[in-house]
Nanobody
Framework: EVQLVESGGSSVQAGGSLRLSCLASGFSFGNSDIGWYRQVPGKECELVATISYDGSTDYEDPVKGRFTISQDNAKNTVYLQMNGLKPEDTAVYYC???????????????????????WGRGTQVTVTV
């Protein structure tokens, strides 16, 4: 059974940093991509970053240059290092996988977690002014 557990969310002042963790089990990192999404109540689910099974990464424009996604295969963990946090980064952050292969991409206008793919329960990040 695929399981994903996020941790590391907290309340932080603008300009601060947080590192989120996603502990994965039940599948191999060697053939699966993992992604981070975020959800603000009343808004659509927003893709943040993805990391492919070969280690290549991709970021959405709002977080480029501030967030870094990485993985530790020995610990079955994916990290999201968030620097230069802004109030608009406030959201529940979810990690997701749909092994094997790429993640399930949430269609525009929808909320997350989606019904397809595997998702964690999320971790709250709050950025205050």
């Amino acid at each position: 059974e695929v399981q994903l557990v996020e941790s590391g969310g907290s309340s932080v002042q603008a300009g601060g940093s947080l590192r989120l963790s996603c502990l994965a089990s039940g599948f191999s990192f060697g053939n699966s991509d993992i992604g981070w999404y975020r959800q603000v109540p009343g808004k659509e689910c927003e893709l943040v970053a993805t990391i492919s099974y070969d280690g290549s990464t991709d970021y959405e424009d709002p977080v480029k240059g501030r967030f870094t996604i990485s993985q530790d295969n020995a610990k079955n963990t994916v990290y999201l290092q968030m620097n230069g946090l802004k109030p608009e980064d406030t959201a529940v952050y979810y990690c997701t996988a749909d092994p094997p292969g790429p993640i399930w991409y949430v269609r525009p206008g929808n909320t997350c977690p989606a019904r397809r793919g595997s998702w964690g329960r999320g971790t709250q990040v709050t950025v205050t002014v």
